[in-house]
């Protein structure tokens, strides 16, 4: 993923215009139609604006990292349970599963509310 293609997501993910983000950053509207277009790339000042504005780390701006307000894939979160729960001893494991069983049954019971 290119910075544009990256930019152009994380102002998707927060419902964001490229208005709202001049107006956070102070960085020109013409300019920032650049930067979303591709046509061109932002000055290290800029790029760290824009982060700052956003509230991510540079590395997710230019798509290296993901971007915290996008959900991870279903996949990405069981798995993840998945590699915490096998951490645990066995005991914990069962408190575990019977609490999901609870919330599970606790989440049934309030669906026609």
């Known amino acids: 993923m290119n910075f544009s293609e ?3 997501a994380l102002l998707k993910n927060r419902n964001m215009r490229q208005a709202d983000l001049c107006r956070l950053t102070g960085i020109r509207s013409s300019l920032m139609s650049d930067y979303i277009s591709g046509k061109k790339s932002p000055t290290i000042r800029n790029a760290v604006l824009i982060a700052d504005a956003l ?3 540079l590395d997710t701006l230019v798509g290296r990292e993901p971007d915290p307000c996008q959900p991870p894939k279903d996949g990405a979160v ?4 998945l590699q915490e729960i096998k951490g645990l001893p066995k005991k914990e494991q069962l408190y575990l599963l019977d609490v999901i069983r609870a919330l599970k049954a606790r989440l049934g019971e309030t ?3």
């Open 6 to 8: 990256s930019l152009q």
């Open 55 to 57: 509230h991510i780390s």
């Open 78 to 81: 069981l798995s993840e349970l």
């Open 111 to 113: 669906d026609g509310f």
